[in-house]
């Protein structure tokens, strides 16, 4: 009953301040979609300078999906390559190809140079007979744009950032106007108080899950091959725990601007461990920070749904353990309410 | 509010509802005293001292404040008012030192139904209408349906916000927000109503009408303890503690105050104690049953001795506090 009477108040709270209702619903979308239009752009085609290259050569280049553009001397292709028109000069010096690269931006000098190592192999393999590599795909696809690989973890990253510091916010704006103190002078107890936000906010944090499934998966068109209600699922769970999180660390916080340092110091560290950067080169002691990151653990969970098609079987433990984690938070959260009221 | 006595106490213990009905016949204070009400102090202070850090804000306060009286806690701001009260209403605890609620030890949950309290920062949810607000605190006292709707108009006609009852408490005014807060206070009609600096920002008119209202409420059963550092709402009080550098340096009714510092007003009252600060003057417990307005009428102040410890009975002139001090 009084914890349906916080929820409630949460709701109509939520109702009259549209603009934390547009951060929370509107602004993870938009995102998202800024994302998606800068990553999910085509594949990248390399530009090759060639000079004095036979037509087997640029056909393969141009089977690989190169553009070539044909100089008559080395100087004018060189001139091309410095103003930034072509990412490589293609020369055959005899029988040798030389390549010259621009080299100042490392994805694109990959790009480039697998692009070269394709069309050599495919020129040479039909020129000898070799045998062409056929590619099977356990999971993703040869489509998989960078987008369908990072956006499991994007989702999870948004619906955690959104949700932590509102609730965060909004449960130290309780502390600092008093109002905490207020209720602390009511027959509520500290657990209906930690369990009536979790619930106002929960509610809030589900529409979120379910508009931003909905959003990168019907919209945005993101690489979906699991269940539904597995990803509505997780992400929820990873609210939850940013939710509980948020409202326990706001007791830290004396001011909204303190509340906002923890971003520095709990979020951006969490996207970093999140998966959306490779851990694979990490030393091994740092690798194990990731292990107590409630991120670590969700985006985990969404990748194995998303990208690898895969169920509760698998993503059950990284699910457990968010659910673990946010009991834990709001336990801690009623035992640091006793800094108001030790009953 | 007049309709007080027809709308009942579901909140209340058997008890209260006796006692509001065993009320109603006149002369009230001595009813009270045949059911033996008095015996047990509504609230009661043993010892209390709390400290913050090394920083002791209270010192060894001892304090009775009886049932259905007024009590006013008088003192410079930093004087600990404020400290004191939010032990009573269970939000801090003593250092050393007991606290007592109807003969319960403080804290204790049961009894935060019981206590009204109003704080000195106006503690509402700015984003929410006043209607609201209500109606969160309303349901958190575990009001509902019919009792809770008809709760929230009589406190708001009270506080005379009806009309602006669904306006945004964000546009409201200062004063405004203050009887919100007192609203709120009063909702679950509870028997102890602690209050911490209820006036401030109200104007006379107002604040006339909800003395009238609190005057009320004490006739009707409810135990009172405010904080306040004006005079004439002080003069107000059936009893005052006053309070200087967190040591409780006198109580009384505001006449024996004025009659045992041996002048003739209150604020002169106030002045001598803080430059005195002897021993606590221990003044008329329970001694001079009857009405506030009884007594202001008469000059005739009963008090006890701050060394003998007895009763004199002695005549001193004095102007009515309750006149001429409205305008603040």
């Not at chain 1, 929820?7 to 979609?33: C, E, G, N, S, Y």
């Not at chain 1, 369908?148 to 916010?169: E, K, M, R, T, Y």
């Not at chain 1, 923890?262 to 080169?281: K, T």
């Not at chain 2, 309303?138 to 929230?152: D, E, P, T």
Request: some cysteine.
């Amino acid at each position: 009953m009084r914890v349906r009477a916080l929820m409630v108040r949460i709701l109509r709270q939520f109702v009259h301040d549209r603009r934390t209702l547009a951060l929370m619903f509107v602004v993870p979308l938009f995102v998202l979609w800024l994302v998606f239009v800068i990553f999910n752009g085509n594949t990248y085609h390399p530009k090759f300078a060639a000079v004095d290259v036979s037509s087997p050569w640029t056909q393969a280049l141009t089977h690989q999906g190169a553009v070539v553009t044909s100089y008559k001397t080395a100087a004018d292709a060189l001139t091309a390559l410095k103003n930034h028109q072509v990412d490589a000069l293609l020369q055959l010096n005899g029988r040798v190809p030389q390549v010259e690269l621009e080299g100042s931006d490392p994805a694109q000098t990959k790009g480039t140079i697998l692009t070269l190592q394709k069309a050599l192999l495919s020129a040479m393999g039909t020129q000898k007979g070799l045998p062409v590599l056929q590619f099977t795909y356990l999971y993703g696809g040869a489509n998989m744009t960078s987008f369908d690989n990072f956006g499991p973890v994007l989702i999870g990253v948004f619906a955690f950032f959104f949700v932590f510091l509102i609730a965060g916010i909004s449960f130290l704006k309780e502390r600092t106007s008093g109002t905490m103190e207020r209720l602390m002078a009511t027959p509520l107890r500290r657990w209906e108080i930690v369990l009536g936000y979790t619930a106002g906010f929960g509610l809030f944090a589900a529409i979120q899950a379910c508009l931003i499934a909905w959003f990168s998966v019907g919209v945005l068109g993101l690489m979906m091959n699991g269940r539904l209600w597995a990803l509505l699922l997780t992400t929820l769970l990873l609210s939850l725990t940013a939710l509980t999180l948020g409202t326990l660390l706001s007791a830290y916080a004396n001011t909204e601007f303190q509340m906002i340092q923890f971003i520095p110091l709990v979020i951006v560290p969490q996207v970093f461990f999140s998966g959306l950067f490779s851990m694979d080169n990490m030393a091994p002691w740092i690798r194990g920070l990731s292990k107590i990151m409630p991120l670590y653990y969700g985006a985990d969970a969404l990748r194995n749904v998303m990208i690898r098609g895969l169920g509760w079987r698998t993503i059950y433990p990284d699910l457990l353990l968010l659910l673990a984690l946010s009991l834990l938070f709001m336990g801690l959260n009623v035992l640091a309410l006793r800094k108001y009221r030790r009953i | 509010m007049t309709s007080s006595g027809d709308q009942g106490r579901s909140l209340d213990s058997g008890e209260g509802r006796q006692r509001q009905t065993s009320i109603r016949p006149k002369p009230e204070w001595q009813t009270n005293e045949t059911k033996g009400m008095s015996h047990k102090p509504a609230i009661m202070l043993e010892g209390v001292s709390r400290q913050f850090g090394k920083q002791e804000v209270l010192h060894d306060i001892n304090l009775k404040v009886h049932s259905t009286e007024i009590f006013g806690l008088l003192g410079p701001s930093g004087a600990g008012k404020t400290t004191l009260v939010k032990m009573v209403a269970g939000l801090d605890e003593p250092t050393r030192g007991k606290v007592y609620v109807s003969g319960v030890r403080m804290p204790a949950l049961r009894m935060l139904g019981e206590i009204g309290y109003m704080a000195q920062l106006d503690a509402l949810y700015l984003e929410l209408t006043a209607q609201e607000n209500l109606d969160f605190f309303a349901s958190v006292f575990g009001l509902r349906g019919h009792q809770k709707s008809r709760r929230i108009h009589q406190v708001m006609e009270l506080v005379g916000l009806t009309v602006d009852r669904g306006k945004l408490v964000s546009a409201y005014s200062g004063g405004m927000k203050r009887r919100l807060s007192l609203a709120i206070a009063l909702l679950h009609e509870p028997g102890i109503l602690i209050l911490d600096e209820p006036t401030v920002g109200i104007d006379p008119l107002l604040r006339k009408s909800i003395w009238e209202e609190l005057q009320a409420l004490s006739r009707q059963g409810t135990t009172l303890l405010m904080t306040t550092h004006v005079m004439d709402e002080a003069a107000k009080c059936h009893r005052l503690g006053m309070i200087r550098g967190g040591e409780l340096i006198a109580t009384g009714t505001p006449m024996e105050l004025i009659s045992a510092a041996g002048v003739s007003t209150l604020d002169e009252a106030f002045l001598h104690y803080g430059e005195v600060k002897k021993g606590p003057i221990q003044g008329g417990r329970g001694s001079n049953p009857g009405t506030q307005d009884e007594r202001m009428r008469h000059s005739h102040v009963h008090r006890r001795h701050p060394r003998k410890g007895r009763s004199i009975d002695s005549e001193v002139p004095v102007q009515d506090p309750t006149k001429g001090g409205n305008g603040e």
